[in-house]
């Protein structure tokens, strides 16, 4: 019971310091928006609203830590991507590529099972290609229950599930998987194993 009752002190602090952070770059876009759509600004009120694209392991969070995550985003009226109805297959569906391109922010959540996905490493590799392509795409990197060093050096047991994952795959598609997590790892982000619970 105790054990629970700082879990979810730890995802309320989190999502506090995330709220923060979001509002921070929604208030900068919008300074950068309204000078770039200065002259339209004249015929009539204008838009913009943060999309938050998060990259995670399904069967590690959907029903415990991103299920909340996502209804406290909802209430503040910040539009996170959903992909419940996206049929997975062995390439990324075109709405899953727009939804990454239209955001303002891509949270990636690794545990350990993220890299037993090739569909997050499809997800990855698209959010890595569109932080290059322009700096409007924010990437917060979020260690649920795992060590960073693991995910950047690809060892303990995430690495392992990694090597297994990528069984069959040329060495530039492993390369290109290496190199963008630790990318992304190497990003400042959020690790729950830190995270400051107040007494």
């Not at 969070?61 to 419940?84: C, E, Y």
């Not at 795409?137 to 649920?144: A, H, Q, R």
Request: proline share 3%; hydrophobic share 40%.
């Amino acid at each position: 019971m105790l054990r629970s009752i700082k879990r979810n002190k730890k995802l309320i602090i989190f999502i506090a310091r995330f709220k923060r952070i979001a509002a921070q770059f929604l208030t900068l876009s919008l300074i950068r928006f309204s000078k770039k759509t200065h002259s339209s600004l004249h015929y009539g009120l204008q838009f913009w609203v943060l999309y938050v694209f998060p990259s995670f392991s399904g069967e590690d969070i959907r029903q415990t830590f991103l299920s909340h995550f996502l209804k406290d985003l909802d209430r503040k009226l910040i539009i996170a991507f959903k992909d419940n109805e996206i049929e997975r297959s062995q390439s990324l569906n075109p709405d899953l590529k727009r939804a990454i391109r239209d955001s303002r922010i891509a949270i990636v959540i690794f545990s350990e099972n993220y890299a037993s996905s090739s569909w997050c490493f499809y997800e990855l590799l698209e959010i890595v290609r569109c932080k290059e392509d322009s700096n409007r795409l924010v990437v917060i990197p979020v260690f649920y229950g795992l060590d960073p060093s693991h995910v950047r050096k690809q060892i303990g047991n995430f690495g392992k599930i990694f090597k297994k994952t990528c069984q069959n795959r040329t060495e530039d598609e492993i390369n290109l998987r290496r190199r963008a997590l630790i990318d992304v790892a190497n990003t400042l982000g959020y690790h729950s194993a830190i995270w400051y619970i107040p007494s």
